[in-house]
C-alpha cells in the first residue's frame, strides 16, 4: 500500500516560487502514474499535472501549464511540483496522488494528505 507525505507549501506573495514535493513510502512509485491536483476553499478538486510511469510523458492544466513543472525521482520514490509566476487563484490545498497516469483524479487510487498553499496579492 503506497503512502503519500506532502511539503514544502507555504505562503508565498503573487509572482513567488514554491516546490512541493511528495514522498511515498510502502511501495515503489515506479509502478505509478503521478498527479498533483488542488482544491480551493469552495470549490471542487481539480487536476493540475500529472507525469508517467517513465516519465516519458507529462500533462498540465491549462491554468498552471508554463508556470508548473512536475517531475519524478523513482530512485528516491518522490515526485515534485514546482511552481513559479504563482497567482492568488493558486491558492489551494495541493494533493499529491498515484495511480493511472491521467488528468481525472478517478483513476488515482492513493492519495496524500495535502499541504496548503497561499499565495498573496
Known amino acids: 500500500q503506497v503512502q503519500l507525505v506532502e511539503s514544502g507549501g507555504g505562503s508565498v506573495q503573487a509572482g513567488g516560487s514554491l516546490g512541493l514535493s511528495c514522498a511515498a513510502s510502502?511501495?515503489?512509485?515506479?509502478?505509478?502514474?503521478m498527479g498533483w491536483f488542488r482544491r480551493a476553499p469552495e470549490k471542487e478538486r481539480e487536476f493540475v499535472a500529472a507525469?508517467?510511469?517513465?516519465?516519458?510523458?507529462?500533462i498540465y492544466s491549462d491554468s498552471v501549464r508554463g508556470r508548473f513543472t512536475i517531475s519524478r525521482d523513482n530512485a528516491k520514490n518522490t515526485v515534485y511540483l514546482q511552481m513559479h509566476s504563482l497567482k492568488p487563484e493558486d491558492t489551494a490545498v495541493y494533493y499529491c496522488a498515484a495511480g493511472y497516469y491521467s488528468f481525472a483524479s478517478t483513476d488515482y487510487t492513493h492519495w496524500g494528505q495535502g499541504t496548503q498553499v497561499t499565495v498573496s496579492s
Open positions: 510502502g511501495g515503489n512509485i515506479s509502478r505509478h502514474g
Open positions: 507525469v508517467s510511469r517513465s516519465y516519458d510523458g507529462t
